[in-house]
């Protein structure tokens, strides 16, 4: 309400989206939360198809930006994180093509307005994800690559359904139904204790109860992750257009921002930095007076 008393068309649903009036500010407001998984469509979630794609919203923020003659947008992918937080790898995989899709819209806008920088990256790894060797000879990867197809909702949505289950056999069949995976009753007296939050693992990391409904899934995707925490990986960074050179080779990410900064005639850093090397100095100065 304030939104629209401020000169807002507020968006929520996809016909707002398309229809939305080029002459006013927008607010688009697809959830009350965070945006559904796009795996959950499959499964037959309706908030799904009640929010646009992630392309939709890049294409109609273009449309309305490019009527300025300079702007700044800023896309994310951002349930890519959170599926790899969750362990879900259909969940990461389809929030994945959901990114591309959008990159795909970008770069067609580069195309035709080639004066347009693109960047592509990301913040960091997450969770690690890796398609294992299976089968005799590995023979088996890419056929549980391809089960991946077949999953129909986010690990968090089968979880509550298995959760929500009295028996062994009615959790095997919930896993089923979700993503054709067929188990037996014994694998899921192992998972039993994980959904109840008293799985013992290991490597704490691997204690909750997504990350033991991941191990299991594991068997069938043949994906598994090192844990659902953020990872020191190198990340790719990829540009296109006008100032491009600027990115290339191995970039610390803070450095990005000033990439940016430094086209227009900006001159910013940071002054946290110079605060915490300072006071790293102190603290090795007063560590040499003590001895």
């Known amino acids: 309400g304030e ?95 959901s990114f591309d899709e959008a990159v795909e819209v970008c770069l067609s806008f580069q195309r035709e307005h080639p004066e347009t920088l693109l960047v592509l990256t990301t913040d960091h790894g997450n969770g690690n994800p890796g398609l294992n060797g299976a089968g005799s000879g590995y023979r088996d990867s890419s056929k549980l690559l391809g089960n991946i197809r077949q999953v129909r909702l986010s690990i968090g949505e089968i979880a509550k359904r298995i959760k929500a289950a009295k028996t062994t056999d009615d959790m095997a069949a919930a896993l089923f139904e979700a993503t054709g995976y067929k188990t037996d009753s014994a694998r899921m007296e192992m998972l039993r204790p994980f959904i109840d939050g008293k799985g013992k693992a290991l490597y704490d990391a691997h204690k909750s109860d997504l990350a033991g409904l991941s191990e299991v899934l594991a068997n069938y995707t043949g994906i598994s992750f090192t844990s659902g925490a953020h990872t020191s990986d190198f990340v790719p960074i990829l540009a296109y257009g006008p100032g491009a050179d600027a990115f290339h080779g ?42």
């Not at 959830?31 to 890049?58: C, F, W």
């Not at 990005?256 to 110079?274: D, K, L, V």
């Open 3 to 97: 939104y629209r008393a401020a000169g807002y068309a507020v968006l929520r649903s996809p016909e707002d989206l398309a229809s939305a009036p080029l002459d006013q500010r927008w607010a688009g407001v697809f959830s009350e939360s965070h945006l559904p998984y796009n795996v959950d469509q499959l499964g037959g979630i309706a908030k799904v198809r009640e929010t646009p794609p992630l392309a939709a919203m890049t294409a109609a923020a273009l449309r309305k930006l490019q009527r300025s003659k300079n702007f700044i947008l800023q896309v994310e992918g951002g349930r890519v994180d959170h599926a790899c937080h969750s362990m879900d790898a259909a969940g990461a995989m389809r929030e994945m093509i």
């Open 250 to 291: 191995f970039v610390e990410g803070p450095d990005i921002f000033s990439r940016y900064t430094e086209f227009a005639g900006i001159r910013f850093r940071n002054p946290q930095e110079p605060l915490r090397l300072n006071a790293s100095a102190r603290t090795h100065d007063a560590a040499r007076d003590m001895a």
